[in-house]
């Protein structure tokens, strides 16, 4: 008796996953995927790989790529790690945009041809795979730390609390939701030409510390970006905020810092200088 | 610790490559308005460059005498030499216009305050301002040079 109810229970479920095969199966297309391959050391040139990919609505760029990777040529080389649009390692260009592989629906292109290639501005070290080593060095020269004497954790009993109202923390909290995805540094023209500039990343970064009021580097963050291939190279083109998948807002940041750059904004007394200031620090 | 600028690995030359150079300025397609006005206001900057540099040639003439003077200015009455005066008015006033209000947003005016960003995050900086700055500096120039060809073509 039991085994015939659950001989009948398989069977009613065997019925239910043929419907939901073909409902999943009407639901599927294929789309063309063009996908951009070098491999430098081996000195061949460049040119594109077409692969037929099944999607779904929910199919990202990067599952696409990923079935044509373990399916149709292993050899293609892409790099991702979160698939979730944190980690910041999945950007490539995606039919002419720079955008997050993983956080890009095949259904959004809205194109039956998807084209990959790597990210423009950065040199490509093999297939959809580009080398951030001058993208990370320009982030590294806005010295992306809180620059405090008080805040030293090397001697802990002298370790300063610093209290931040809400109102302080929504002046740089967008700008340090920077995931290091280069998307920015990608679409901007400034960047296009001219491998001194910092890029959109980087000035954002300069923004974000220079904004905290935990921070009392104030006059040398704005040295660092008032040069001659700095800040001023940026011409507002905007493109950065465009394609930032995490409302960094690059070109505000920039914007802003420029103000008090040329003194029409005024920066509120910031905390951290006033007491470092009062302790002889400064 | 080596400064930025005098590691060796920034200079090489391959720092270079894939770099989208001069097609990035050319191409104003691809990012919404602000990098079309980026693209106009550089273009038209260029342009009246040029047309600054012919204007001083121009009026350079003047110490040849009269009859150069005149011979230069029936060079503005032909159909090509109206047609380059209404670029020169559409230009100049899509320059000015746009480029005052680059002043502003390039020194952290009218671009709204930064916040805390919620999905689908739409960034503060291309707000609603500013696309209709770039639509009223396009909408005078239009303007202006509808006007100097009615005045131009319309006097012959
Ligand atoms: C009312 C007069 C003018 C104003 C308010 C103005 C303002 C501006 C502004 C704000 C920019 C943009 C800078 C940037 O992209 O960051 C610009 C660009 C430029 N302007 Fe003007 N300008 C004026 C007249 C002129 C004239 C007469 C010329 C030519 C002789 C000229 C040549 C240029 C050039 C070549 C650019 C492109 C540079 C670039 O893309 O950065 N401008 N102008
Ligand atoms: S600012 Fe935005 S686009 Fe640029 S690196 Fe950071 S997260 Fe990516
Ligand atoms: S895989 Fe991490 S951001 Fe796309």
């Not at chain 1, 479920?13 to 297309?29: F, G, M, P, V, Y």
């Not at chain 2, 980026?38 to 003047?62: A, D, N, P």
Request: glycine share 6%; aromatic share 10%.
């Amino acid at each position: 008796m039991i085994a015939l109810v659950n001989i009948k229970n398989s069977r009613t479920n065997l019925e239910h996953d043929q419907k939901k095969e073909s409902e999943i199966a009407s639901n599927r297309k294929v789309i063309h995927l063009r996908v951009y391959r070098k491999n430098p050391k081996q000195g061949k040139s460049s040119h594109f790989d077409k692969f037929e990919v099944p999607v779904q609505r929910w199919t990202t760029v990067l599952d696409a790529l990923l079935h044509a990777k373990g399916y149709l040529d292993n050899s293609i080389a892409i790099r991702y790690s979160c698939r979730m649009a944190s980690c910041g390692s999945c950007g490539m260009k995606i039919n002419g945009i720079p955008r997050l592989a993983c956080y890009t629906k095949v259904s959004e292109i809205d194109e039956n041809i998807i084209t990959c290639e790597p990210l423009p501005n950065f040199p490509i070290i093999r297939d959809l795979v580009t080398d951030f080593s001058d993208f990370f060095e320009h982030h590294r020269a806005m010295e992306p730390f809180i620059h405090n004497p008080n805040a030293d954790i090397v001697d802990k009993n002298s370790l300063t609390e610093f209290i931040q109202s809400p109102k302080d923390v929504e002046r740089y909290l967008q700008s340090s939701y920077c995931i290091k995805c280069g998307l920015c540094y990608s679409a901007c023209p400034s960047v296009g030409t001219d491998t001194k500039f910092p890029g959109p990343q980087a000035l954002a970064q300069a923004y974000r510390y220079f904004a905290d009021n935990r921070d009392d580097a104030t006059q040398s963050r704005l040295d660092i970006v008032d040069t001659k291939h700095g800040i001023w190279r940026c011409h507002f083109a905007g493109s950065c905020s465009v394609v930032c998948p995490k409302g960094v807002d690059p070109a505000l940041g920039i914007q802003l810092l420029r103000g008090h750059l040329v003194s029409f904004s005024k920066n509120d007394k910031k905390l951290a200088e006033s007491r470092t200031r009062s302790l002889g620090k400064i | 610790m080596k400064s930025f600028k005098e590691d060796k690995i920034y200079w090489d030359s391959n720092r270079r490559e894939n770099r989208e150079g001069l097609k990035a300025w050319l191409n104003p397609s691809r990012y919404g308005w602000e990098r079309i006005s980026y693209w106009l206001q550089r273009l038209t900057g260029v342009f009246l460059l040029i047309y600054f540099v012919g204007h001083v040639i121009e009026t350079s003439s003047l110490v040849d005498g009269k009859d150069a003077w005149n011979a230069m200015l029936e060079l503005t009455q032909t159909t090509w030499g109206h047609l380059f005066l209404i670029l020169v008015i559409g230009t100049s006033t899509f320059h000015s216009a746009n480029g005052i209000r680059l002043l502003f947003t390039e020194t952290g005016r009218g671009l709204g305050k930064p916040g805390r960003p919620d999905y689908p995050y739409s960034p503060v900086s291309l707000n609603y301002r500013q696309k209709s700055g770039i639509w009223i500096a396009l909408i005078l120039a239009a303007t202006a040079m509808l006007y100097g060809a009615n005045i131009l073509f319309a006097g012959e």
